[in-house]
């Protein structure tokens, strides 16, 4: 992994991106929130390498997001830590994204909210409620900056 | 890129991982957002090697991320297109989790909704404007589907 230079750059993005900003990290925590648990399911609905699967596997145990459960015989499962849990969010836009843009043929899967419908899920603010967008949001200096940067939108 | 494998898999995910699912791309996007659109202010900004951000830069503009638009003395600046100015959600949601689970210092940046709070923004229902989270959707196969697996919560 690339750690040092993410590291550096005091960007809650970047660190996130240090653990979930690669390709194949990402769709194994997809496959474990669809319920392919087993290393085995995992390396067969990914066509990944075994080494690869492991590398990545071990850095998501690392870091809390999945956490290995034993099961029967010695054998070995994953699941999801609460940390793990909360990247539904980051799934559910990225593959909204996708869906709109990159796939033509309609969206692969949907998602039924508990409501009873398809849901195309939107970005509201916990204050009012209403959507936050790019173009509604002004960003400011948080508690943990280092660096201060002009801004525009 | 790491195209092939992503490409035979018929997911959103996978599709907008193969576009910005790397640690620069992301960054890079964000820089965009911040404000910074020259080469030059990207590079410094990121710290990246010339090689690595023009790949980078191509590859976002290829896919209609990002446009090349001219400036005086011809310069050129990169700014947002419409899709990539989708990617916002995106960001924030990546932000949030980095700000939560890997911020112990407290959130580098925060943002400030047009309501006048600092907001964290949760996934809304688009049909009942309820939270969406891992607990109360249930995904199914969608018009773009071609492969049927089971799924479990």
């Not at 009873?116 to 409620?129: P, R």
Request: some cysteine.
């Amino acid at each position: 992994m690339q750690r040092t230079p993410l590291e550096s750059l005091n960007c809650s993005i970047a660190r996130s991106l240090d653990i979930i900003g690669e390709w194949w990290t990402l769709l194994i925590i997809r496959d474990v929130f669809m319920g392919l648990h087993r290393f085995e399911q995992i390396r067969e609905d990914l066509g990944i390498s075994r080494k690869v699967l492991t590398d990545r596997l071990n850095t998501l145990v690392e870091h809390g997001v999945l956490k290995k459960v034993p099961i029967e015989k010695g054998f070995e499962e994953y699941r999801l830590t609460r940390k793990g849990v909360e990247l539904h969010d980051v799934l559910v836009v990225v593959r909204q994204w996708g869906d709109k843009w990159e796939s033509p043929q309609g969206p692969p899967i949907e998602l039924v909210h508990d409501c009873g419908h398809v849901t195309t899920a939107f970005l509201a603010c916990d204050c009012c409620g209403e959507e936050v967008s790019a173009s509604n949001v002004t960003p400011q200096a948080g508690p943990g900056h280092s660096r201060v940067r002009k801004t525009s939108k």
